[in-house]
């Protein structure tokens, strides 16, 4: 299968404890984002890289949050000091951007599902 | 600035019956529209999409979307609903200036149910 991945698919923590999250891209992407997710709404944009440099962030990511992409290829997102409003799903992306390339066609993984209690 | 407001939290339909789903969008400049499908415990998957070219656009799974600028609206249709359509549809906008960044806005979804 050579679609996003993303592990683990579900991991459940008990508030204030560290969590981190990997997602490989399709392998010619080279941009990659995370999305949050909640129970009954759209995805919501966290965080975007284009190779290894993360070029903007959104005012969602607090402190707690960081993300990186540190060889262009696979990235992680670590959340330190769960809080029970950090339950949600996760979301990778990515896209190839070149001159023609549409943008918006992302191609997502499953995600990966937090729960804190 | 862009949003997208997805009308219908829930749509039941029967199997064999038309489908609707309804997205109005705001956009500053010439958006790129976009509708993608989550089925339970899937990924998102593109079902189709728009950016300047045909005003009616045709995906996947005989689904298709029709942009309207006058009325800035993107609905979904599809002529006959089959039982594998039932999942959470989403309707998304682009600024075509593509950002890059934060250029997907998301809206909240509607639920496709499906009856026998």
């Known amino acids: 299968d050579t679609g996003v991945s993303q592990d683990p698919r579900h991991k459940i923590t008990k508030r204030g404890q560290n969590v981190t999250f990997r997602c490989d891209p399709i392998s010619e992407h080279n941009r990659l984002y995370w999305y949050r997710q909640t129970l009954g709404q759209g995805p919501e944009f966290l965080t975007y890289f284009q190779n290894e440099a993360q070029l903007e962030k959104s005012r969602l990511l607090s402190d707690r949050f960081s993300a990186e992409r540190p060889k262009g290829s696979f990235s992680t997102l670590e959340i330190q000091r769960t809080e029970q409003g950090d339950s949600a799903m996760y979301l990778c992306?990515?896209?190839?951007?070149?001159?023609?390339?549409?943008?918006?066609?992302?191609?997502f993984g499953e995600g990966s599902r937090l729960t804190v209690l | 600035a862009q949003s997208v407001t997805q009308l219908d939290s829930h749509v039941s339909v029967s199997e064999g019956t038309p489908v609707l789903l309804r997205c109005n969008y705001s956009?500053?400049?010439?958006?790129?529209l976009f509708w993608y499908v989550q089925h339970p415990n899937k990924g998102l998957q593109l079902l189709l999409k728009?950016?300047?070219?045909?005003?009616l656009v045709k995906g996947i799974n005989g689904f298709e979307a029709e942009f309207k600028k006058s009325e800035t609206s993107f609905h979904l249709t599809k002529p006959s609903a089959h039982m594998s359509d039932a999942a959470e549809y989403f309707c998304v906008v682009s600024d075509q200036r593509d950002t890059g960044r934060r250029a997907l806005t998301f809206g909240s979804g509607t639920r496709l149910q499906v009856q026998p």
């Open positions: 992306a990515s896209s190839f951007r070149s001159g023609g390339a549409v943008p918006g066609e992302l191609f």
């Open positions: 956009s500053s400049y010439s958006p790129s």
């Open positions: 728009y950016t300047s070219a045909a005003t």
